[in-house]
Structure formats: C-alpha cells, structure tokens
C-alpha cells in the first residue's frame, strides 16, 4: 500500500507540481551563439505598483520611463513570486536557487549570516568563465568571500546619504547619494570589463526605497503639492473572517513612525552634510510647519501620512528609474547592449497603502508579486508581457543557462529563458510555494506558509496560532474574503490542501532540515496536532 501511495505521489509529483525539467536540450542556448553579459540590477523594497509599466492608480502621478523602457524593448512577467517576501532571504534565494530553509538564511533576525561556503551562481558562472561584480546593497550579513571578482557593497543596510562601502581593502566612505553612486560605480565597472575576453555578470542592489525613503538632493520635493492617489483598501477593516491581519503592525495609521518614516521633526537627519541638511531643510521645514498648524486627527491623519510617505517613497523611486536609464545608455553607449541581457526586479513587492499598510512580508499580493522586466535584445521580442507562475528561485538557473553551464540538480527553480523566448513548457510551475518566518519580530506578521496557483491562495498561519485562509483570486482580487471552511470552497480547498503537501516534500520544506528552527517549532507549538501532515 505505502509503495503505490510513493508511487502515486512521484508521479503527482511529475505531473502536477513539475516546473520543468533542470536541463532539456530545447531550452540549451545554440553552442556556436556568444554567451550574453548579464546586468542584473535589483532595487529594494519597489512595488509593481510603483511601476507604470505595470499599470495602476499611480502610472500617470509617477511614471518610470527608464524601467518601462525595459519591458517596451522586452519582456514584462505580470506573476513573478518571492519564495519569502523579506530582504536577505530574498537575496539568498535569489544567490542560491534554493528555499530559505535550504540556503539556511530564513529572515532577518536568526542566523543573519550568509554561509559563503556554499553553492551560489556567482561561484558558478566565474567557473564558467565569466568576470562577476556585486554592487550596493547585498544585506546578507557579511561580505562574500568568493564567487564575485569585483566586491563593493554597503554593510548591512547601507545609508542613503554619504554611504559606507566594503571593497576587498576594507571600508570607506564616499560622499554623495547612495542610488547615484551605486549608478556611476556600476558603469565604471561595465567600462573595465567591457573589452575583456570574457563575459561578464553584474549584480546591482540599489537600498532605495528601502524604510526610511530618504529621497536623492535631485528628488527632494518633486512631488510636493500633488496628490497622490489612494489605494481602495487604505481604510479596511479586516472584516471577510481575516483575523491574522488585523494583528498587525504594518499600518500607517499605527505603525508608521512620524519623525523617522515621514520626517515631521526638528531633528536633523542623520548622517546629511551641512550643505545637503540645508537642502534638506528648505524642503521639509515648511512642510512641517503647515502640519503644525493642521492639528490633524483620524483618517484624516491617516490620509496625511499616506499622502507623505508616497511623495518620499516615490521620489526614491524616481532616482532609481534616473539610475536604470543611465545603465541602459551606457551600454549602448559602449557599444555592449546588443549582447547584454537586462533584469530589473526588487527583492519583494511593498504595501503602498492598501490594506493600510506599508512593509512587506504578508503571502498576500502586494508583497509576493515582485516586479520582473527583462530585455535581451535580438531574443526577446520587444513588447511582450508573461503572465506564467515565475519566482525568485529561478534566477540563479536562468543565469547559468544563459552562461551554457550545467544547472545542478540541487537548485529549485527553473530557467526562465524558454518563457523569454516565448515558448512556456507545458510543465512549467502550476502553483507557487512560499514560506515566511520572520516572527516575533517588529512588524507582528505570523509565521505562514502556502501555496497560490493562478485562482486560488491557500494560506497556513502557524508557531503561535493554527489559523488557515484560502482566497479566490479571480471573486475578490484584492483578498478581503477568507473562504476557507465554506462548503462552495470544499473541494478546491481539499486539491489546496494536497497540493501544498506534495510542494512541501518536492522542496523538501520539512522536519529533516534546518533542525534549529524545527526544534524550535516543536518545542512551542507541541500542543497544536496540526503539524502532523508534514510527515506524509
Ligand atoms: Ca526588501
């Protein structure tokens, strides 16, 4: 009996969860084609909304031709999904093709260093023989220590303003603003590489629009006076049977700090220049002083710090787009863009308002769907959009293929460049896994784990609480009805429930790995029963 159950389950396993074979010889590039350069740039914190490529309330208010430039010139993917919606577990993922619980970096707080000593991409494609570099934000604890010929990151977050770097001499400082500098050392470095014999490989992180969004000297203030459209779901009130997001602590109008997050103070911002506090100061001063006298209260409150995080949020954005365009110039420009394949994506997707918050972490749309625009000319066609199930686990695959290299077979994604080349294989990835650990932590957002497919998101909160939801994408796209348990739902959830299962086992998300944590699960939540279908 158990050995047909195996059986049943490895061919389930093929058949229905299957995201494509590791290696085809369909998706292997031509030997005689030359090997593309890769600019992989990924900003921190960008919302798709915050995208006008991607359409939305705030395409018109705060357009981003760089980056639509992009997609106009290649490809859009409409469903690019995190595996874990959280800075360096995203980055992790995205270095290592493998589940946080594989690579061993699953959040912030616990185990906040990277192991080096394990497989990455760039290890990799530099024994394929291609010259690598990693630029700007990294955010995995430490500094690599092989993989990337060319090292020059911000420690940890890294400041906007007048930002420390770690080269492989030590750290320095450089003054200026983060997104510029990060621009102009990425162009540098394209320029020293850009005659070798050798392909090459940049990784570029930008930290804007990380928290605090501190907008560049030629943003501050662009948007000051215009109103920037609200979100549908600024005031919910977490009724639909959503208890989990009522615990939260990502909103504005609780959790968004006035003097850090939106700048009403008469603090200095640290780590400003006197000549850039000035600047500073003849913005947000008069800005302050008109909130003073408002004695504002409320929703209406609520609606101000919304309206004054968004012109911040999105003037970073605008320094960012400036950054990507001067990229794409540039390669021109060296005469390189032919053969350079250009990725542009964030670490995860952010609150911009909806559901009333800012952050990230929650497995609900805003902040798994990251963005994802690829150009590559002469194999992209210009204009194309993708809506297939696509993640952050696939990067490091794609990259190797791209470099004609064998994909080991213990990465979990995916090479996307059969999709870029539009022809999706019929086993592509129906249904998408993903898991959040980050608690307890600041932002009270639980522990979850679960599984959405193109109609349905099937979501487990579990450590200190058993509490599962289940949404119908396509009724109530902006997930404000939790209908699990209703009869309608009763055998969609069932198909859910095992599809979920068997992911767990192809991903290996059980109690064999990552001891530490499982222990530590078991020890506080031994009482629930609900853990037993992890050991199928
Ligand atoms: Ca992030």
Redesign the pocket.
């Known amino acids: 009996m158990k050995k047909i159950f195996y059986i049943l389950l490895g061919l389930f396993l093929l058949n229905s969860c299957g995201a494509g074979p590791k290696k085809t010889e369909a998706t292997k590039p031509e030997k005689t084609q030359k090997r593309p350069n890769i600019v992989f740039i990924i900003s ?2 960008h919302a798709y909304q915050a995208i006008s490529a991607y359409g939305g309330r705030l395409a018109k208010v705060a357009p981003t031709p760089n980056i639509d430039r992009i997609a106009k010139e290649g490809m859009l993917f409409n469903n690019c999904l995190v595996t874990n919606s ?2 360096g577990p ?1 980055r992790a993922t995205i270095i290592t093709g493998k589940y946080s619980h594989m690579n061993n970096f699953i959040d912030n707080t616990l185990g906040t260093e990277f192991n080096f000593s394990q497989q990455t991409f760039a290890e990799l494609l530099q024994q394929a023989g291609y010259k690598t570099g990693v630029l700007g934000k990294l ?1 995995l604890g430490n500094t690599p220590t092989k993989g990337f010929d060319y090292v020059d990151i911000l420690p940890d977050q890294g400041t906007y303003y007048n930002p420390q770097f770690i080269n492989k001499s030590g750290q320095y400082q450089i003054e200026g603003y983060a997104t510029e500098i990060i621009t102009d050392k990425a162009l540098k470095w394209i320029d020293s590489v850009k005659n070798i014999n050798q392909p090459f490989m940049l990784f570029v992180g930008h930290k804007a629009p ?1 928290r605090a969004w501190q907008p560049g000297p030629n943003e501050l203030g662009m948007y000051e006076g215009i109103e920037i459209p609200e979100p549908e779901t600024l005031f919910d009130d977490y009724s639909g049977n959503r208890k989990v997001a009522s615990l939260n602590y990502t909103s504005i109008a609780k959790a968004m700090k006035m003097a850090q997050d939106i700048k009403i103070t008469d603090r200095r911002q640290g780590g400003l220049n006197t000549k850039q506090q000035k600047l500073w100061d003849s913005i947000y001063s008069p800005i302050n002083e008109n909130f003073k006298k408002a004695n504002l209260k409320g929703d209406d409150l609520t609606r101000y710090k919304y309206q004054r995080y968004m012109r911040d949020y999105l003037a970073c954005v605008a320094g960012v787009d400036k950054g990507v365009g001067k990229v794409l110039d540039y390669l021109k420009e060296a005469g390189v863009d032919e053969n350079t394949i250009v990725i542009y994506t ?3 997707g ?1 609150y911009l308002g909806e559901h009333g918050w800012f952050d ?1 972490r929650w497995m609900y749309k805003e902040s798994l769907k990251t963005p994802l625009l690829v150009k590559w000319p002469g194999k992209i066609k210009a204009g194309q959009v993708n809506n297939d199930l696509v993640s952050n686990l696939d990067f490091a695959e794609t990259f190797l293929d791209l470099a004609q290299t064998t994909i080991p077979t213990d990465m979990q994604g995916n090479s996307i460049i059969p999709l870029l080349k539009g022809k999706t294989p019929s086993d592509w990835r129906k249904a998408h896994y993903y898991h959040y650990y980050e608690h307890p932590s600041e932002h009270d957002v639980r522990r979850h784990y679960g599984i959405t497919t193109d109609r349905y998101k099937l979501i487990h909160f579990y450590y200190d609480m058993d509490v599962w939801e289940l949404y119908d994408l396509k009724k109530d796209p902006n997930e404000l009805q939790n209908v699990y348990g209703k009869p309608e739902y009763a055998n969609v959830q069932k198909k859910l429930h095992k599809e979920l299962e068997m992911l767990r086992i192809k991903y290996k998300d059980n109690d064999n790995l990552n001891q530490k944590f499982i222990n530590e699960y078991n020890e506080k939540v031994k009482k629930n029963p609900h853990i037993e279908y992890w050991k199928l």
């Open positions: 921190d914190d959280i800075c995203s955010h990380h964030s670490d995860q952010f990230k």
